[in-house]
Nanobody, 117 residues
């Protein structure tokens, strides 16, 4: 399984970006997919995830601004009202469980999101 990400970039504070991640190399439905981010000097943190059957999860820092969705084995992250502190490398994650980094079997290569003030 490979995860191919797209959609990062540079945006001004208050703007929006949409990240996409598609899993290739499997015809089976992947149970859980999500997005992590890593800021310089910080540990990788879970931003949002979606899985069956428990639904969606959002970090407190993004709840109400970000929306995760999926269509088969593609997951999207709509990011609105972006803040400079959202600047990070964003990584797609997929597998049976994605809420704990050590249990994630598949990672994307990362896509940079930069929010200017």
């Amino acid at each position: 399984v490979q995860l191919v990400e797209s959609g990062g970039g540079l945006v001004q504070a208050g703007g929006s970006l949409r990240l996409s991640c598609t899993a290739t190399g499997t015809s089976d439905r992947i149970n859980a997919m999500g997005w992590y981010r890593q800021r310089p000097g910080w540990e990788r943190e879970l931003v949002a995830s979606v899985n069956s059957p428990t639904g969606t999860y959002y970090a407190d820092s993004v709840a109400g601004r970000f929306t995760i969705s999926r269509d088969k084995n593609t997951v999207y992250l709509q990011m609105n009202s972006l803040k400079p502190e959202d600047t990070a490398m964003y990584y797609c994650a997929a597998g049976g469980i994605v809420v704990v980094t050590t249990y994630v079997p598949y990672w994307g290569q990362g896509t940079q999101v930069t929010v200017s003030s």
